[in-house]
């Protein structure tokens, strides 16, 4: 699920998957892109012959076949998200605090409108970079030059549309602030999207170490900014403008590096590098509506105060990004490997055990979320949120669904046709039940049809992974799981005792029920027989794997 307006720089990344709490069904990005990119570059002659495309060393530029467990294996990428993670997790917990309730709600609707144009605009033109630039090397600076000046150029495009249709927007939303700030909006918008190509032209040039200390840099600067504007002025103007400073920083940062060596265009090469990005920009404009609807139906239709509500009820705590994402893509390497010796069982072994791994983390998280609802807003966000609480616990259902990692199934499997049907019949679904679920039940009912259509979709695609297994649907899901759900189960009445009788600060009342909870969870796990051998994630030093070879 989202936070109504956490969707900060999505297109960038690894690859071109979100990067904050966006939804639990991001991967929708990455899949799309690549079913119309796909089939773009197949029509398009983009690499016309075989000899112009260079050998990706095996696992997306890794040296080192990775071994172990699917979680090891996926472990940088994990690493990675978490740096980003723990630089932009303070940001909603400091502005509920400083901002009032009907600012916060402001500023999360000016978020949803940039984010918006941020990952529609640029058209795929950033992960073109990542699909030509190691192909051709020798053309870098045509790359890099027509993805620096189209993003600028679509930058200015989105302050245009902001200041125009920002009046008109603010109106439909009820609220007279947002027009105010629409300026600021429209002003960091631009240079967002300026930037928006910097680390990915580093990343497709090799350069992974420069890539992610501009990530992680501009990431510490941007945070700082925006807080240290809140907290000084107590205003979403202030945050604002903290936000102008960075991104405008970030923005010349990009184009000293990427112009130093002058900008070069040439019209055959951009029709060629547009016939692989536009792809791009389809999907998002498909798939954009559909994660967003929800927030944009509830916002124009409650008070920004409601809808600041409304988006503390949607926050996720960035765990199931960290391990969803990483997990998803080391499975389709893996499913790769298998298919390739024709082992379909050996396959069907690997995405059960990723399904256990995922689920061994994400089933208790929901539980132990559900029972603890009201003191961890309350810590999180303030008393002022509480009515924040059903919407929260409705919002974490999707959780334990996120333990099926079948977007890398998918795509291991080449089903590109079959991804882009059940994104099609998910935005059709999204509508009607969204719209519907609002007005009979409000807000949480808006919710509650987004996340129909989404685990309607996610069943669909779970039966169709069951059926490239040669299985069924109970027969592709390992036996852990149903231990998991039980013991999460028989741990909640512990944990939420716990909980319950805990004095003290908030922090050390959730603290305490947390870990009795847990407590109870391994217990009752290690009860069952299906305890995860924890001692396996562990890294070996070389010379026990030398020995045990030996033995």
């Known amino acids: 699920m989202t936070g109504l307006g956490d969707w900060r720089d999505s297109s960038r990344g690894w690859t071109s998957g979100t990067r904050e709490r966006a939804s639990l069904s991001n991967s929708d990005f990455v899949f799309m892109g690549d079913i119309l990119a796909h089939c773009a570059a197949r029509q398009a002659g983009l690499v016309?012959?075989?000899?112009?495309?260079?050998?990706?060393?095996?696992?997306?530029?890794?040296?080192?076949?990775?071994?172990?467990?699917?979680?090891?294996?996926?472990?940088?990428?994990?690493?990675?998200?978490?740096?980003?993670?723990?630089?932009?997790?303070?940001?909603?917990?400091?502005?509920?605090?400083?901002?009032?309730?009907?600012?916060?709600?402001?500023?999360?609707?000016?978020?949803?409108?940039?984010?918006?144009?941020?990952l529609v605009l640029p058209l795929g033109l950033n992960q073109s970079l990542v699909y030509f630039v190691p192909r051709e090397p020798g053309k870098k600076r045509l790359w890099q030059?027509?993805?620096?000046?189209?993003?600028?150029?679509?930058?200015?495009?989105?302050?245009?549309?902001?200041?125009?249709?920002?009046?008109?927007?603010?109106?439909?939303?009820?609220?007279?602030?947002?027009?105010?700030?629409?300026?600021?909006?429209?002003?960091?918008?631009?240079?967002?999207?300026?930037a928006s190509c910097f680390d990915l032209a580093w990343m497709a040039e090799g350069r992974i170490k420069a890539s992610a200390i501009v990530r992680v840099a501009s990431e510490g600067f941007y945070t700082a900014c925006m807080l240290a504007g809140a907290v000084w002025t107590r205003s979403v103007e202030g945050a604002f403008a903290g936000v102008v400073i960075a991104t405008f920083a970030k923005a010349a940062a990009c184009w000293m590096a990427l112009s130093a060596g002058g900008l070069r265009i040439s019209p055959r090469e951009l029709r060629r590098q547009l016939a692989y990005a536009l792809p791009?920009?389809?999907?998002?404009?498909?798939?954009?509506?559909?994660?967003?609807?929800?927030?944009?139906?509830?916002?124009?239709?409650?008070?920004?105060?409601?809808?600041?509500?409304?988006?503390?009820?949607?926050?996720?705590?960035?765990?199931?990004?960290?391990?969803?994402?990483?997990?998803?893509?080391?499975?389709?390497?893996?499913i790769a490997e298998h298919e390739a010796k024709g082992d379909n069982e050996g396959a069907l072994r690997l995405f059960r055990e990723a399904v256990a791994r995922l689920s061994f983390v994400f089933v208790p998280t929901m539980v132990l979320l559900a029972i603890s609802a009201p003191t961890l807003i309350s810590f999180l966000f303030t008393d002022r949120y509480l009515a924040a609480v059903p919407v929260f616990r409705l919002s974490i259902i999707s959780i334990p669904m996120a333990a099926l990692p079948l977007d890398g199934v998918?795509?291991?499997?080449?089903?590109?046709?079959?991804?882009?049907?059940?994104?099609?019949?998910?935005?059709?679904?999204?509508?009607?039940?969204?719209?519907?679920?609002?007005?009979?039940?409000?807000?949480?009912?808006?919710?509650?049809?987004?996340?129909?259509?989404?685990?309607?979709?996610?069943?669909?695609?779970?039966?169709?992974?069951?059926?490239?297994f040669g299985t069924t649907i109970l027969g592709a899901l390992p036996r852990e799981l149903w231990c998991q759900t039980a013991a999460a189960v028989?741990?909640?009445?512990?944990?939420?005792?716990?909980?319950?009788?805990?004095?003290?600060?908030?922090?050390?009342?959730?603290?305490?029920?947390?870990?009795?909870?847990a407590v109870a969870y391994l217990a009752i796990l290690r009860a069952l027989g299906v305890l995860p051998p924890v001692r396996a994630w562990i890294p070996q030093k070389a010379p026990l794997v030398l020995i045990r070879e030996a033995a």
């Open 48 to 118: 016309r012959y075989r000899t112009t495309a260079h050998r990706v060393p095996h696992g997306g530029g890794m040296h080192d076949r990775p071994h172990g467990s699917i979680l090891r294996r996926a472990g940088p990428l994990m690493l990675a998200r978490l740096g980003v993670a723990a630089l932009t997790f303070a940001i909603p917990l400091v502005l509920a605090r400083v901002l009032l309730p009907e600012s916060y709600g402001t500023f999360k609707q000016a978020w949803l409108l940039s984010n918006t144009l941020f």
């Open 410 to 468: 998918m795509r291991a499997c080449a089903q590109n046709k079959f991804m882009f049907r059940i994104s099609v019949l998910k935005l059709g679904l999204t509508v009607p039940l969204a719209w519907l679920g609002f007005h009979a039940l409000g807000p949480i009912g808006a919710l509650g049809g987004w996340i129909c259509a989404e685990e309607t979709c996610r069943f669909l695609l779970l039966r169709r992974a069951a059926h490239l």
């Open 280 to 334: 791009f920009g389809a999907a998002f404009a498909l798939i954009i509506p559909q994660q967003q609807f929800h927030s944009y139906l509830v916002s124009a239709s409650v008070t920004a105060a409601a809808f600041a509500v409304y988006a503390v009820g949607c926050f996720q705590l960035p765990v199931v990004d960290m391990l969803y994402t990483p997990v998803s893509e080391i499975l389709q390497l893996g």
């Open 490 to 517: 028989l741990a909640a009445v512990p944990g939420a005792v716990a909980l319950h009788l805990a004095g003290g600060p908030l922090l050390v009342q959730l603290c305490t029920g947390g870990i009795v909870f």
């Open 145 to 194: 030059s027509h993805a620096l000046i189209l993003t600028t150029v679509l930058g200015a495009v989105a302050a245009a549309l902001l200041l125009g249709f920002g009046p008109l927007v603010a109106s439909a939303f009820h609220n007279p602030e947002l027009a105010a700030v629409m300026p600021y909006v429209a002003a960091f918008t631009a240079f967002k999207l300026a």
